[in-house]
């Protein structure tokens, strides 16, 4: 009791905690997870506001060079549909997010290397000059040319989740990996001016507090704008099909010492917390969470995108999701975001993607 009580104080008072008072916080038991998620969600609340920020996600291929234990995507599961949209697909994809009045379309694929790097550079272009939207890039491990060509295109921001700080952990779930490569791309990402998220699973085989701290630990470490923190949930088609799941206790918890970790970070709450709970995006935003991503991908694939399985916006409609998400923003007081949604050291603002002066040490 005594070390939660003086690690909560210490990271609610802004204090940098370490890695044993991190854990200290996610052993949180029932009587003390409520003092958990109102402190996290009082410092969302000064940090990033109430606002919520919407974002547009476009799942635009399912084909993915890698072959990572724990997903559906992975290149040796054989039994998925593969699907590549169009350019013109992707682009009428980004018209209808902006049409709802989304600010940020979300670009996510497999590690596809099909879509070269300047058609991926085309097609930022051709939003950017049809629509005021920033453009986020989830495309997995690519060069740094690659990303200075997207970045130059007008790419706003880039989320390439580590998973896990672990090493170890790290090489066993994604054969031929190194978590150093995935660090200097991420390192890569701040170079060239990216608001540039990470982020990591919750539950994995083999996973511990302690290295769940050195998540958070490393997040903080290359200062993040954004941080997506979800469950591992099991794909029936995947080596890690029997293994168990992560929790929604242990992944809110996670969460809520995230925000505190990261006090200026946008933090999602994931489709994957809705899987584990109908209920999960609200519980999310009560502990920290400030963005939330409807997917906009064309319902005729949306169901091949699975990198886990019952994704709960599988049959969701756009404009039924947005309405109910606005609903429940008004239950909570919580107002939609009017703006892009940059992060708040990001010294651009106007949704282009071009940047002067800012440059990571």
Same mark, same amino acid.
């Given at each position: 009791m005594e070390a939660f009580g003086l690690a909560l104080q210490k990271a609610s008072a802004s204090e940098?905690?370490?890695?044993?008072?991190?854990?200290?916080?996610? =052993?949180?038991d029932a009587e003390q997870m409520p003092a958990l998620f109102a402190a996290a969600d009082t410092v969302r609340s000064n940090t990033v506001g109430d606002a919520v920020h919407l974002r547009a996600i476009v799942e635009f291929s399912n084909y993915c060079r890698k072959n990572c234990l724990y997903c559906g995507l992975r290149r040796d599961n054989k039994s998925l549909p593969r699907y590549r949209l169009a350019e013109d697909e992707i682009l009428q994809a980004a018209g209808k997010a902006a049409a709802l009045g989304f600010r940020t379309v979300v670009l996510q =694929?497999?590690?596809?290397?099909?879509?070269?790097?300047?058609?991926?550079?085309?097609?930022?272009?051709?939003?950017?000059?049809?629509?005021?939207?920033?453009?986020?890039?989830?495309?997995?491990e690519r060069s740094r040319e690659d990303y200075r060509v997207w970045r130059e295109a007008g790419a706003d921001r880039y989320l390439l989740k580590h998973e896990t700080a672990d090493e170890r952990l790290f090489r066993f779930l994604k054969p031929g990996g190194d978590l150093r490569e995935r660090l200097r791309c991420l390192h890569w990402l701040k170079e060239?001016?990216?608001?540039?998220? =990470?982020?990591?699973?919750?539950?994995?085989?083999?996973?511990?507090?302690?290295?769940?701290?050195?998540?958070?630990?490393?997040?903080?470490?290359?200062?993040?704008?954004m941080a997506g923190i979800g469950p591992f949930l099991p794909h029936h088609a995947t080596p890690l099909k029997s293994a168990a799941g992560g929790t929604l206790e242990l992944?809110?918890?996670?969460?809520?010492?995230?925000?505190?970790?990261?006090?200026?970070?946008?933090?999602?709450?994931?489709?994957?917390?809705?899987?584990?709970?109908?209920?999960g995006r609200?519980?999310?935003?009560?502990?920290?969470?400030?963005?939330?991503?409807?997917?906009?991908?064309?319902?005729?694939?949306?169901?091949?995108?699975?990198?886990?399985?019952?994704? =709960?916006?599988i049959t969701e409609q756009p404009e039924l999701a947005l309405a109910g998400i606005t609903s429940?923003?008004?239950?909570?007081?919580?107002?939609?975001?009017?703006?892009?949604?940059?992060?708040?050291?990001?010294?651009?603002g106007n949704g282009n993607?071009?940047?002067?002066?800012?440059?990571?040490?």
């Open positions: 940098q905690i370490n890695q044993r008072e991190i854990v200290a916080l996610l =052993s949180a =694929s497999g590690e596809d290397l099909f879509y070269s790097a300047a058609a991926i550079a085309r097609i930022i272009e051709r939003i950017k000059q049809k629509h005021d939207l920033a453009v986020t890039l989830s495309l997995g060239l001016g990216y608001q540039t998220g =990470s982020g990591n699973m919750v539950g994995l085989p083999g996973q511990s507090l302690a290295t769940l701290a050195e998540d958070i630990l490393l997040m903080r470490d290359l200062n993040v704008e992944t809110l918890k996670t969460l809520a010492v995230t925000r505190l970790c990261l006090p200026g970070a946008h933090l999602p709450a994931t489709t994957a917390l809705c899987t584990l709970a109908p209920d609200r519980m999310a935003l009560g502990c920290g969470a400030n963005v939330i991503m409807p997917n906009l991908t064309p319902p005729g694939v949306r169901d091949k995108y699975l990198i886990y399985p019952q994704k =709960s916006d429940l923003l008004a239950e909570l007081a919580r107002p939609p975001a009017t703006g892009y949604g940059h992060a708040q050291n990001f010294s651009g993607g071009k940047l002067e002066g800012r440059v990571y040490q």
